[in-house]
């Protein structure tokens, strides 16, 4: 295997091109693909920085234009908008990176009732939301006969409403009875497809094992699935990507949803880098070519991370955005990260910014429930 050392551009764009026409690659060929785009530049052939620099880009460039392509094939300009209600945040898990971890004693801990629930997809129905995004960390009080309760409540209300759901992880027969209560689609994030790399992000307790058959439970009963990972997570290497890409690949999942890796100051993790915006979006144009039907979210993270995240990634070829529906009472405690955008464009009452945005880059903003297209 010719070492990224000595791969040239037009090698870099061979590998974009098969991507486009097969949809899949090897994991080498990922891996190559990443090394190019990223990797630390020695002395690469005879070239100057600024000159490998200004590949860099062109290739980018070649990268998202064919995403663009496939995208507008599948979606046309269409940006689906989900509404994301942020229903607890107590938690019981720790995960390293994450700011509302059971350790993390500075945050003030809150949920939803029910009621509160139902008034946020109220609020949204009428801003125009068609799909509702329950998402909490893993409490306790919420078991499963209480989602359920409030499952079927919005069921009722709402039937011509996707109900999402995401609440980390459970035994089989709990997401049956979502299922069965009416909930349409789940999202859990692998995080990384690295057992060692999880163990890196994750105590002891959680297993990536765990998690593949939470989504592979998922993917039988019926769910539109979406899985994912962070961008540039501490410990996280361009093999790591690679093997992400590969899981994905294989699990071939409804949705991805991606972004950068943000430190939250009272995690273990305050002090190290953030993810970057570039490899964010060459990753997202790379998922769109993988599988040009999967919904893909530019998400907060990447909004979080830069001005112009959001737009960066739709034209990266994401084609999902999620507005924050939550109570403005609660907004700043969902934090896990720092600084998270949560209103603005980034709030369900922004709806009308976020359309000119997006008419702004040739998009529009429409409001029925985008299911994933079965064909
Ligand atoms: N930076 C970026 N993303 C994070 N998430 C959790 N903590 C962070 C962080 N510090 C992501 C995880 C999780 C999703 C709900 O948010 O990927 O699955």
Redesign the pocket.
């Known amino acids: 295997m010719p070492t990224y050392k000595r791969m040239k551009f037009e090698q870099a764009i061979q590998l974009i091109e098969k991507l486009e026409q097969q949809h899949r690659l090897t994991e080498a060929e990922y891996l190559q693909l990443l090394q190019y785009r990223f990797g630390t530049l020695p002395e690469w052939d005879d070239k100057s920085e600024e000159e490998i620099e200004t590949k860099r880009h062109q290739l980018d460039e070649q990268l998202f234009v064919l995403a663009r392509k496939h995208q507008q094939q599948v979606f046309g300009n269409r940006i689906y908008v989900r509404g994301l209600v942020e229903v607890t945040n107590y938690c019981k898990n720790n995960?390293y990176?994450?700011?509302i971890r059971r350790e993390n004693h500075r945050v003030e801990r809150y949920r939803l009732t029910k009621e509160e629930i139902l008034e946020c997809c109220k609020e949204g129905y009428q801003l125009g939301f068609r799909t509702f995004v329950l998402?909490g960390g893993e409490d306790g009080y919420y078991t499963d006969d209480r989602l359920c309760d409030v499952i079927r409540d919005l069921r009722s209300k709402y039937p011509d409403c996707a109900i999402t759901l995401?609440f980390g992880e459970w035994e089989k027969e709990s997401y049956q009875r979502f299922f069965d209560a009416g909930a349409n689609r789940y999202l859990l994030?692998h995080?990384t497809a690295d057992e060692e790399h999880y163990s890196v992000l994750h105590p002891r307790e959680q297993e990536l094992a765990k998690r593949k058959e939470c989504l592979q439970n998922l993917k039988d009963i019926g769910f539109q699935v979406g899985a994912?990972?962070?961008v540039g997570s501490p410990g996280q290497t361009l093999a790591h990507l690679a093997k992400d890409l590969m899981y994905l690949q294989e699990l071939q999942p409804h949705m991805v949803g991606i972004?950068?890796?943000?430190?939250?100051g009272d995690t273990p993790f305050a002090k190290e880098p953030n993810g970057s915006l570039e490899q964010t979006v060459f990753l997202l144009a790379i998922l769109r070519l993988m599988n040009p039907r999967i919904l893909l979210p530019a998400t907060t993270?990447l909004a979080t991370l830069s001005q112009s995240g959001r737009e960066r990634g739709i034209l990266a070829g994401a084609n999902v955005i999620m507005p924050n529906l939550s109570p403005m009472a609660v907004r700043k405690k969902y934090l896990?990260?720092d600084n998270k955008a949560c209103t603005g464009t980034e709030a369900a009452q922004g709806m009308e910014d976020l359309r000119r945005q997006m008419q702004a880059i040739g998009y529009e903003v429409v409001t029925d429930r985008g299911d994933y297209p079965e064909s």
């Open positions: 995960c990176y994450c700011g998402q995401s994030r995080e994912g990972f962070m972004g950068p890796f943000l430190s939250h993270a896990l990260y």
